[in-house]
């Protein structure tokens, strides 16, 4: 019954996420949606491993690996010439006791949170896009944008409806709407907290500054967002007068 249940659930989110999605597209235009469109896919294909995702993790380890190695000695071996055996065994040996930016057992998470981070940036740089015409074309690109993160993430939710309401009366469902709540805000800081420790024990206190410059990103989004909105209305009213 409970299997049961949780089909219905997803089934019931899975078309909720299509149509609001479809009904983005149609307030938003085409290029808006056709951008978020590129933006999933290249999340989608960094964020598995058969496609774009263990290229991701090595590039990354690469390159901080050539960085630890001029952090190291590298790059004063090349200024004064004394590039030689000895100081690049010496360089090397120090280098291998660092562990790797995105270890093995880290990997996958590694690769959902870039695809998570690249879907974000895609609705970000979607919102700053001027409306545009053919929104019959948008609300069709729009709902496919819904179809594409539904099958990405809605797998992901368990098997098993994490709260049901039981009682049906007034009194119960007062009381499950607040159990429900709380159990919401618990999940959000499980799920905060768990990000923040895998943040810190990928990239150390290269976590801080990457945190910093997430949040200004969105920060300025929002305001340039919020900017256009207000100086269309502000157009719109002088128009009108």
């Known amino acids: ?37 590129a933006f999933i896919i290249a999340g989608f294909l960094l964020g598995m491993p058969e496609y774009l995702g263990k290229t991701l993790v090595k590039l990354v380890n690469n390159i901080t690996f050539a960085i630890q190695f001029l952090i190291h000695g590298g790059a004063t071996a090349i200024i004064t010439g004394n590039f030689n055996a000895t100081t690049l065994n010496k360089i090397f040996t120090e280098i291998k006791r660092l562990p790797p930016p995105i270890p093995k057992e880290n990997a996958e998470m590694a690769m959902f949170l870039a695809m998570v981070f690249l ?12 409306k545009d015409k053919m929104p019959g074309m948008a609300l069709v690109i729009g ?18 409806p994490p709260f049901t309401f ?26 905060v907290a768990g990000l923040l420790n895998f943040m810190f024990d990928t990239f150390g206190t290269w976590a801080i500054p990457i945190i910093l410059f997430a949040i200004v990103i969105i920060t300025l989004a929002s305001l340039t967002r919020g900017k256009k909105k207000s100086s269309a209305s502000s157009g719109g009213t002088g128009g009108g007068s």
């Open 119 to 130: 879907i974000l940036i895609g609705y970000l740089v979607s919102t700053l896009l001027k």
């Open 143 to 160: 709902a496919l944008n819904g179809y594409l993160l539904s099958i990405i993430f809605l797998p992901l939710l368990p098997d098993e």
């Open 166 to 191: 039981k009682d049906m009366s007034v009194t119960g469902v007062v009381k499950q709407l607040g159990e429900l709540f709380s159990y919401l805000v618990e999940l959000l800081i499980k799920g």
């Open 1 to 37: 019954m409970s299997g049961n249940t949780a089909e219905l659930q997803a089934n019931i989110l899975f078309w909720i996420i299509i149509a609001l999605f479809a009904w983005q597209g149609y307030q938003r235009g085409i290029w808006s949606e056709l951008t978020k469109l």
